[in-house]
């Protein structure tokens, strides 16, 4: 039985982790830590896992609550990975961490967007980026995994098959996503309350999101040159999910579904759609799919692809259990089978 440990669990991702790995057979969470509700049990911060998990949240500082853990979940904010990994890889942990401290393999890329000093650079090399379907062979014996974005999850899967075939205009790359108010966290904020979100829909940090530059660094690789989008991010009225309509103006006139088809062949986890279907984060919600569709512009010539997942789910934590399975040498989809939560 793998023996897991959540750093900064109190959060919606510890909370997925917490839920997913409740019901995992080989895998037990033995140790959860929160600084803001240590003492506390496990039901008392997250009601619907009562009877579920026997646990209370430690204090982080407290090394010695998940010194013997096998991996280790960080789900702590931006820069507090960066404090603890180099000390915990010293004494042979792996870790999947959830934050963006080291997704991005260029240091001063990390500063110029997150405005912070990077205190670990030495790891951005070694660290593995958590996309499965892009780097399988390399999480398998990675020891620190950078566990993607959710906005980016979407964005990479979407653009993958057709930037290898080289059939679009980089130049033209434009991404158009939605987020459910889930993604911006569990801490009480002005914008993200009830009264502010209901029955409004809105664009923000256009332009500057901070999930630009991993998106733009994955797809570069795929690529195999320096590309270049127009991201643009929006909040829904809903509680999860991203759905996100990207646009490029394509090269030649293959068959473009078939690329996609045969690019995932054997992934469990990404359902290409019939042609003329197009998913709904409904069909994705609770679950560990990536659901894409297709449209080409035959006015324009411009390609539409569609894609949808839970943010929390394979924008976050399932992606990080499907990148422990990988790790452990499981079933990737070990835990994950859950069907979605929609009829």
Known sequence: MIKAAILGG????GFELLRILGNHPAAQVTTITSRQHKG???????PGLNSILNLTFEDPANFRAYSKADIIFSALPHHASMEIAPDLLKNGKRIIDLSADFRLKNANIYEAWYGKHHIAEGLLKKAVYGLPELYRGKIKNAALIANPGCYPTGAILGLAPILKAGIIDTNTIVIDSKSGVSGAGRTASLDTSFTEI?????AYKVGEHRHTP???????LIAGMD???????????VNRGILSTIYAQVTSQKNILNIYKKYYKGEFFVRIMSEGVFPNI????????????????????RLIVITAIDNLVKGASGQAVQNM?????????LGLLTPPLSV
């Open 40 to 46: 506390c049990r496990v039901e008392e911060v997250f």
């Open 10 to 13: 109190s959060g919606y991702t």
């Open 325 to 333: 399975n990988i790790m452990f040498g499981l079933p990737e989809t």
């Open 198 to 202: 209901n029955e409004g829909f809105k």
């Open 282 to 301: 409904s069909q994705v919600k609770g679950s560990n799919f990536c659901d894409i569709g297709l449209k080409i512009d035959e006015r324009t010539g």
């Open 227 to 237: 590309v270049k989008v127009t991201f643009v991010p929006h909040l829904l009225p």
């Open 214 to 220: 991993e998106i733009e660094q994955e797809l570069g």
